[in-house]
């Protein structure tokens, strides 16, 4: 979870977004969406990343080092211009549905054009069924509605389209915030079981054992995953996680449900 932080100060508004000033790191801003934290960046160090599940995200990336990108959801892009640090050759396109959060991100929170990354006002699900068979290293699901990801972004039928936008030797990785005992992070790593043959789960180790609530991070690859770089990375982290291993991920799902599609998710 992000630090705790010193009273803010509000840069600026639009309905219930708002744009805060972080009084303890001055360049930082910090985007909420209500009482959720929707992205956080700093305006002078592109690279940092705030926000822990962002940091096993970029892990991921790094890992494998995936060049071709896919970001559904975007907020402030933080973790898109993090990854652009050092990152010249890769290339990555961002999907952000909210086109108010655009306008605050590009007016307050520093988001310009830059080399190999291209933000678009999209759904994410419809982007991701423009693209070409195995044409993402690397597709990184960080949506919300309020607290919860879009069901239409992580049903059974939307995660196979994924693993078929997804390349051989590359990863996915979804972003869950849930409550205990994490019915929306269990249904959606059952149906990443069903989509893909390699899954993971890293966050804390109240989280996995679904006593308490926070971020999940669920992989899934069409072969394996670098889990002894990452359980290291996410054990050394400021904030540590734990990973659960494939074989472990079945128990962590419950004998939950994968969620499907019905016609009033597609409205």
């Not at 970029?58 to 990152?87: F, N, S, W």
């Not at 992070?185 to 899954?199: D, H, N, Q, S």
Request: net charge positive; with cysteine; hydrophobic share 45%.
């Amino acid at each position: 979870m992000p630090r705790r932080r010193s009273e803010p100060l509000i840069v600026a508004s639009a309905g219930e977004l708002i744009v805060e000033r972080d009084r303890d790191r001055p360049s930082g801003r910090l985007l909420r969406q209500g009482d959720m934290e929707s992205s956080y960046v700093d305006l002078a160090d592109a690279g940092h990343l705030e926000f822990d599940y962002m940091r096993r995200m970029r892990d991921l990336v790094e890992a494998i080092r995936a060049r071709r990108i896919v970001h559904v959801g975007g907020a402030g892009c933080a973790l898109p211009r993090a990854l652009a640090v050092g990152g010249a050759d890769r290339r990555q396109v961002v999907a952000e549905v909210d086109v108010d959060v655009l306008a605050l991100a590009r007016a307050h929170l520093g988001l310009r054009r830059a080399p190999g990354l291209r933000v678009r006002h999209a759904d994410g699900r419809a982007l991701l069924a423009a693209e070409d068979e195995a044409s993402a290293d690397a597709i990184l699901i960080d949506a919300f509605v309020g607290a919860r990801v879009p069901r239409h972004l992580a049903t059974l039928e939307a995660l196979h389209d994924a693993a078929r936008v997804l390349a051989p030797r590359g990863a996915l990785a979804i972003n869950v915030v849930d409550a205990a005992p994490l019915p929306d992070a269990r249904a959606i790593a059952a149906g990443l079981c069903e989509a893909f043959p390699t899954v993971a789960v890293i966050g804390g180790p109240g989280a996995l054992r679904a006593r308490r609530g926070g971020n999940v991070v669920l992989l899934a690859a069409h072969g394996s995953l670098p889990l002894e770089r990452l359980r290291v990375r996410a054990a050394a982290d400021p904030s540590p996680a734990a990973l659960l291993a494939p074989g472990q991920v079945r128990q962590f799902c419950g004998g939950a449900t994968p969620w499907r599609d019905r016609q009033d998710d597609r409205d």
